[in-house]
C-alpha cells in the first residue's frame, strides 16, 4: 500500500510539472515567435536533463499544436572517452521520433589547443555550434532548438556583466551572424530546478559531459552558487531578476548607441522629439560567457520610458 501511495505522488508530481513546463514553453514560443507552421526543428540532444526536457515538452506540444511542425533530434558524438554511443540512438528509436548522431572528433581537437587546467568550455562551444549549423543546412532545419533554460540565461548575464564588461546575456531566439541559421531557446521560461526534478522522475538516461562539466572553478558555477543564495536567502528574486531582463528600459541606462541621448531636446515627453529614431544595439553570436547576443530596439510608447 505504501507503495502504490508513493507512485501515485510521483505520478501526480510528474504530471503538476509537465503542465507547468509545457506552459512555460508554450509561452516563449508564442512570445518570440519561435515555431511557425511548416518549420522543420532540428532539436539539439546533448545527453543533459535539459535537452531530454525539451524533447520530451516539444513532442508533447507538437501532438496538440495548431500548427504543424517537424521535429528532428540531433546528437553530436565528440567522441569523448568512455562516452556511452548506445544510450541515445536506443531512447531516441524508443520514441519513434526521427534522429541523427552526427560524429565529429572535437573532443582531440580542444585538448590539443587548450592547455591542461584552462577552460575547455570556449572552443568546445565553437566548434559544436559550427557543425551543428551546418548539419541542419544539410538536412534542410529551417530552426535550432537548444535547451538552454531562465536560469543558463540568467547566469550569461552575470557572467558578461562581471566579466565581459556587457548587458548581454542568450536571447530566446537568434539570427547568426551569416544570416543562415535560426536558434531557439524554447526552455527560456523555464526554471532549472522544475526541469532537474522532471528529469528524475521521467528517469531521461542522462550522459554526464566529461570534457566541460567536470572542470572545477569555472567562473559559470560561481554565479550559479551566487544565484541559488539569493534565491535561498530572497524566495521570488530570480524571478524578479529575470523579469527585468524583459522590461528593458534603454533610456535608463548609459549607452548611446543603444538610445539617442545626444538628441534629447526639451519641450518633448521625455525630449524625445519627431525626429528621434529608434535605434538597436549590435548583435553577435556567443563567445564563451554567451551564447548569442541581441540588440534591444527602443519601444515607440513613450509611456515605458518614465520611471
Not at 54 to 66: F, R
Not at 273 to 300: H, N, R
Request: charged share 25%; hydrophobic share 40%; proline share 6%.
Amino acid at each position: 500500500m505504501q507503495t502504490d501511495s508513493l507512485d501515485k505522488q510521483k505520478k501526480t508530481r510528474l504530471n503538476k510539472l509537465q503542465k507547468r513546463l509545457r506552459r512555460e514553453m508554450g509561452q516563449a514560443i508564442e512570445a518570440f515567435n519561435m515555431i511557425e507552421d511548416g518549420d522543420k526543428v532540428m532539436v539539439c540532444l546533448s545527453g543533459g536533463k535539459d535537452s531530454f526536457a525539451m524533447l520530451d515538452i516539444l513532442m508533447n506540444l507538437q501532438k496538440s499544436a495548431p500548427i504543424r511542425f517537424e521535429l528532428v533530434a540531433v546528437n553530436l558524438d565528440q567522441k569523448q572517452p568512455g562516452f556511452p554511443e548506445e544510450v541515445l540512438p536506443a531512447y531516441l528509436e524508443s520514441l519513434g521520433v526521427p534522429f541523427h548522431i552526427v560524429e565529429r572528433d572535437t573532443y582531440s581537437i580542444v585538448k590539443s589547443v587548450v592547455p591542461e587546467g584552462k577552460t575547455t568550455c570556449g572552443l568546445c562551444s565553437r566548434l559544436r555550434r559550427g557543425t551543428l549549423y551546418g548539419f541542419a543546412d544539410e538536412i534542410g532545419a529551417n530552426k535550432i532548438a537548444l535547451g538552454h533554460h531562465r536560469d543558463d540565461i540568467l547566469e550569461t548575464f552575470f557572467l558578461n556583466m562581471f566579466f565581459g564588461g556587457k548587458l548581454k546575456s542568450m536571447p530566446p531566439k537568434l539570427v547568426s551572424d551569416d544570416g543562415k541559421n535560426m536558434v531557439i531557446r524554447p526552455l527560456a521560461y523555464a526554471r532549472e530546478k522544475d526541469i532537474m526534478e522532471y528529469a528524475e522522475l521521467r528517469e531521461f538516461p542522462i550522459i554526464p559531459c566529461n570534457l566541460c562539466g567536470s572542470q572545477e572553478n569555472l567562473q559559470r558555477q560561481v554565479i550559479k552558487e551566487m544565484l541559488q543564495g539569493w534565491d535561498k536567502a530572497h524566495p521570488g528574486r530570480i524571478e524578479t531578476m529575470f523579469r527585468s531582463l524583459c522590461n528593458v528600459v534603454p533610456s535608463h541606462l548609459a549607452d548611446p548607441q543603444l538610445f539617442d541621448f545626444k538628441g534629447l531636446q526639451l519641450g518633448f515627453p521625455h525630449g524625445i522629439g519627431p525626429a528621434m529614431q529608434t535605434m538597436a544595439g549590435p548583435q553577435g553570436e556567443d563567445d564563451e560567457a554567451a551564447v548569442g547576443g541581441s540588440g534591444v530596439q527602443v519601444m515607440e510608447k513613450i509611456d515605458i520610458l518614465s520611471v
